[in-house]
């Protein structure tokens, strides 16, 4: 009985601490189905040379897949279209990038937490609206000068392409990443706490929540 007991309040408590760590999020597809993912650290095509999620997922804080929905509309008229490299990525999965390369300048501190842990940045690029990808500076995790937005030694159309996308993710809040032509932070990602759980497990079905008028 005792033993029962126990169980019982295992699952009350348990249960909703672990709904409640997720419940901010959403999967942007089932927002916007047409939306364009190339979740990179679902394949080998990464710094790591690594699959490192199990899934190709793009988790983010409602908010901000809210915003960077409005950021893909705003991009169709003018004849682009977003690429998704990454959003919420866990903790644990951070650690392993820290452990494959402890530098700041590149990999965030576990310890404190990428935005990507509390589900409040992404990594993005431009295609046009066939899916093609555009020109940028570098590729997807280059961690040399070539990724920082000030490099002048990248092609007139890489410039062009790259303000663009900061132009267009701007405009909707999001903070560009200096070194990282592709990253840049949600809005008030400070006040969303770092996050583990898996990608592969989360559940939310948020299909039914407009992404206009929700600013
Ligand atoms: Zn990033």
């Known amino acids: ?51 490192m999620y199990p899934v190709a997922r793009c988790l983010l804080r409602r908010d901000a897949a809210l915003r960077l929905i409005r950021v893909e509309q705003k991009l169709r008229t003018q004849g682009y279209r977003l690429i998704i490299f990454d959003g919420y990525r866990p903790l644990s999965v951070q650690k392993k990038f820290w452990n494959i390369l402890p530098d700041e300048r590149y990999v965030a501190d576990p310890a404190k937490g990428s935005r990507h842990n509390r589900g409040a940045a992404v990594d993005v690029s431009l295609g046009d609206l066939a899916g093609n990808p555009l020109a940028m500076p570098s590729d997807y995790d280059d961690f040399s000068e070539k990724a ?68």
């Open 148 to 215: 920082h937005r000030d490099y002048a030694g990248a092609s007139l159309e890489a410039k062009k392409n790259c303000a663009l996308l900061e132009a267009a993710m701007s405009e909707e809040g999001f903070d560009p990443f200096p070194t990282e032509w592709w990253h840049f932070d949600a809005p008030g990602w400070e006040r969303y706490p770092v996050s583990d759980f898996s990608l592969e497990e989360f559940k939310g079905v948020n299909a039914e929540v407009s992404p206009k008028g929700n600013d």
């Open 1 to 51: 009985m005792i033993r029962l007991l126990v169980v019982f309040f295992v699952l009350v408590i348990a249960l909703p601490l672990n709904a409640e760590e997720n419940k901010d999020f959403v999967d942007i597809s089932e927002l916007d189905g047409s939306l364009m993912l190339d979740i990179r650290y679902a394949t080998s095509r990464n710094f790591t040379g690594k699959v």
